[in-house]
T-cell receptor, first 115, second 112 residues
Framework: NAGVTQTPKFQVLKTGQSMTLQCAQDMNHNSMYWYRQDPGMGLRLIYYSASEGTTDKGEVPNGYNVSRLNKREFSLRLESAAPSQTSVYFC??????????????FGSGTRLTVV | GEDVEQSLFLSVREGDSSVINCTYTDSSSTYLYWYKQEPGAGLQLLTYIFSNMDMKQDQRLTVLLNKKDKHLSLRIADTQTGDSAIYFCAESIAGYGQNFVFGPGTRLSVLP
């Protein structure tokens, strides 16, 4: 009954370092997402994957890359971290859409600080 | 474009009712949602309403939708300290693929 699992929970990077945030879901959802959450700005979509093998840019994709490794896993990579990427990152998956309500399930987040 | 707005903060006394308001701009929204985020956690779906309804009640929660004014509200009756969280309004728009827009969130503080 894990839902969406994200790792790591916390990370501190130096400017210019790279890292990959991992995400896995066990609900057999087709769609997966990466969001960032900043104070007063709500959630902003970085990238999403509507199905295995496809990825698309969201609202704020610059500085990030993603990989939909298989149906379960969707990773987010920062190639050269910048202080502006200090944020809380959430992975999510969803079912529904079209004429049905979309039900998102979120991971517990990764708090990233870039110094 | 789509935009969802909420006030950022709300404080209420324990036992009072809380009303969290939201406005959205896209009249083609098929569903509107309320998500709750507790400290240190991800968002959880609290409730949703179909756009052709004007009210939905679920235990202590009442959702009101005024489609003409594009206004959505969440009322929490008998607010408890465990209701302290950030509440996000969101809309999904059919035919826009993954277009699901969140508001900035309202931080509800429940005072004893």
């Amino acid at each position: 009954n894990a839902g969406v699992t994200q790792t790591p929970k916390f990370q501190v990077l130096k400017t210019g370092q790279s890292m990959t945030l991992q995400c896995a879901q066990d609900m057999n959802h087709n769609s997966m997402y990466w969001y960032r959450q900043d104070p007063g700005m709500g959630l902003r979509l970085i990238y999403y994957s509507a199905s295995e093998g496809t990825t698309d840019k969201g609202e704020v994709p610059n500085g990030y890359n993603v990989s939909r490794l298989n149906k379960r896993e969707f990773s987010l990579r920062l190639e050269s971290a910048a202080p502006s990427q200090t944020s809380v990152y959430f992975c999510a998956s969803s079912e529904g859409g079209g004429d049905r309500p979309m039900r998102y399930t979120f991971g517990s987040g990764t708090r990233l600080t870039v110094v | 474009g789509e935009d969802v707005e909420q006030s950022l903060f709300l404080s209420v006394r324990e036992g009072d009712s809380s009303v969290i308001n939201c406005t959205y701009t896209d009249s083609s929204s098929t569903y509107l949602y309320w998500y709750k985020q507790e400290p240190g956690a991800g968002l959880q779906l609290l409730t949703y309403i179909f756009s052709n309804m004007d009210m939905k009640q679920d235990q202590r929660l009442t959702v009101l939708l005024n489609k003409k004014d594009k206004h959505l509200s969440l009322r929490i009756a008998d607010t408890q300290t465990g209701d302290s969280a950030i509440y996000f309004c969101a809309e999904s728009i059919a035919g826009y693929g993954q277009n699901f827009v969140f508001g900035p969130g309202t931080r509800l503080s429940v005072l004893p």
